[in-house]
């Protein structure tokens, strides 16, 4: 019904910067809050930031003045600019959405990931 297509991981050097995107599409009525999670190799997945439908934002301590997460409701899109990377970012990122979808139910949804890899 609803799917999360992530994009924009890669590779990047210590102190770089990527832009990770997610789209939603499917049969959509409204999406309420967002967010960005991560897992490690060998850690448990974890959350990065979220963002409501009104705008409003919260962040881990970990990634507070580097990480900065949007979104374009036009656009179902939710952004994770990521700044001044470290190698302890190096993760798959996952998105996170709350849909209301056209029959009235609502349902989280998980995309499928984007690796991000920070390294020289």
């Known amino acids: 019904q609803v799917q999360l297509v992530e994009s924009g991981g890669g590779l990047v050097q210590p102190g770089g910067s990527l832009r990770l995107s997610c789209v939603a599409s499917?049969?959509?009525?409204?999406?309420?809050?967002l967010g960005w999670y991560r897992q490690a190799p060998g850690k448990e997945r974890e959350l990065v930031a979220t963002?409501?439908?009104?705008?409003?934002?919260t962040y881990v301590d970990f990634v507070k003045g580097r990480f900065t997460i949007s979104r374009d409701n036009a656009k179902n899109t939710v952004y994770l600019q990521m700044n001044s990377l470290k190698p302890e970012d190096t993760a798959v990122y996952y998105c996170?959405?709350?849909?209301?979808?056209?029959?009235?139910?609502?349902?989280?949804?998980w995309g499928q990931g984007t690796l991000v890899t920070v390294s020289s």
């Open positions: 499917g049969s959509i009525l409204s999406i309420g809050a």
């Open positions: 963002i409501s439908s009104g705008g409003r934002t």
């Open positions: 996170n959405a709350q849909v209301i979808v056209r029959t009235l139910s609502e349902l989280e949804v």
